[in-house]
């Protein structure tokens, strides 16, 4: 393979990259927890983009619950965008093996 060859396969990997990022950007995944009671909605950057909260979970006097379901909630919405990520630039990545 030439230096012209490796320049044009970075070219368009890069090229790749940038259209797998803008997919993230705009793809949501939720996480949940208590069954639903608080949502998180994050995009494949883990940019949280919104919270649900059931009124039925807030309770003044049991703060340390509510403050728990959203850290599940969030690390669930995390772990899923995580997951997201690493599957869509499998294609890129794994094409990378090769080279080093």
Do not use: C, Y
């Not at 940019?47 to 979970?57: F, G, K, L, R, Y």
């Amino acid at each position: 393979m030439n230096q012209r060859q490796l320049m044009q396969m970075a070219q368009q990997m890069q090229r790749q990259m940038q259209k797998v990022q803008e997919e993230l950007a705009a793809t949501i995944v939720e996480g949940t927890a208590g069954g639903g009671a608080v949502t998180v909605k994050m995009n494949g950057h883990r940019e949280v983009q919104s919270i649900t909260i059931s009124p039925e979970v807030v309770d003044p006097n049991d703060v340390d619950m509510l403050q728990d379901l959203l850290l599940v909630a969030i690390n669930d919405a995390s772990r899923k965008a995580q997951q997201l990520a690493e599957e869509r630039m499998q294609p890129l990545t794994g094409g990378l093996k090769g080279l080093f």
